[in-house]
T-cell receptor
Framework: EPEVTQTPSHQVTQMGQEVILRCVPI?????FYWYRQILGQKVEFLVS????????KSEIFDDQFSVERPDGSNFTLKIRSTKLEDSAMYFC?????????FGPGTRLLVL | QKEVEQDPGPLSVPEGAIVSLNCTYS??????FMWYRQYSRKGPELLMY????GNKEDGRFTAQVDKSSKYISLFIRDSQPSDSATYLC???????????FGKGTRLHILP
């Protein structure tokens, strides 16, 4: 069964550093999303992406965040200057019409 | 009032029992309702998906949506220890829209 994959599975970085989280969507999916889950809290929407542009973004998704699909397959989330409060599990999700399928996540720890 | 409310549990039941999980919501624009299962430190796994009001059955799982009461439920029959996980209710207003999650209910099935 096709799956969403994410790399890396874990990332430790220093505050102020840039990180790039990568996702390989399910091949025929057209809609892409990033969510995050801070430890012990609910899964929160960050951004949705369709037809090579952002469809919607949340208040969390400020100027420090960006997304792109550089090569038509990978879907990336970049955090330009990480803060301590960016420590969380980041999930990529991809969808075709009504359902979204989640990847295993990248655990980001900002020190 | 929170957009989606879900009792975090934990809920412990003996193996073989029927489990009932539920959520309430406040946004009447929600049309698509999902249940995801999440194991510790893993991504959410889609279990059930329902559009609008009604029931949907898949094996041991039954999802119910009552839009008039803004109440959704997931029933698990003949529960197994492998069903032990966190169950997230989730919903969206449109087919490709962002998903709003409940906080999740931790379920333990006791052998």
């Amino acid at each position: 069964e096709p799956e969403v994959t994410q790399t890396p599975s874990h990332q430790v970085t220093q505050m102020g550093q840039e990180v790039i989280l990568r996702c390989v969507p399910i091949s025929n999916h057209l809609y892409f999303y990033w969510y995050r889950q801070i430890l012990g809290q609910k899964v929160e929407f960050l951004v949705s992406f369709y037809n090579n542009e952002i469809s919607e973004k949340s208040e969390i998704f400020d100027d420090q965040f960006s997304v792109e699909r550089p090569d038509g397959s990978n879907f990336t989330l970049k955090i330009r200057s990480t803060k301590l409060e960016d420590s969380a599990m980041y999930f990529c999700a991809t969808g075709q019409q009504e359902t979204q399928y989640f990847g295993p996540g990248t655990r980001l720890l900002v020190l | 009032q929170k957009e989606v409310e879900q009792d975090p549990g934990p809920l412990s039941v003996p193996e073989g029992a029927i489990v009932s999980l539920n959520c309430t919501y406040s946004n009447s624009a929600f049309q698509y309702f999902m249940w995801y299962r999440q194991y510790s430190r893993k991504g959410p796994e889609l279990l059930m998906y329902t559009y609008s009001s009604g029931n949907k059955e898949d094996g041991r799982f039954t999802a119910q949506v009552d839009k008039s009461s803004k109440y959704i439920s997931l029933f698990i029959r003949d529960s197994q220890p492998s069903d032990s996980a966190t169950y997230l209710c989730a919903m969206s207003a449109d087919r490709d829209d962002k998903i709003i999650f409940g906080k999740g209910t931790r379920l333990h099935i006791l052998p």
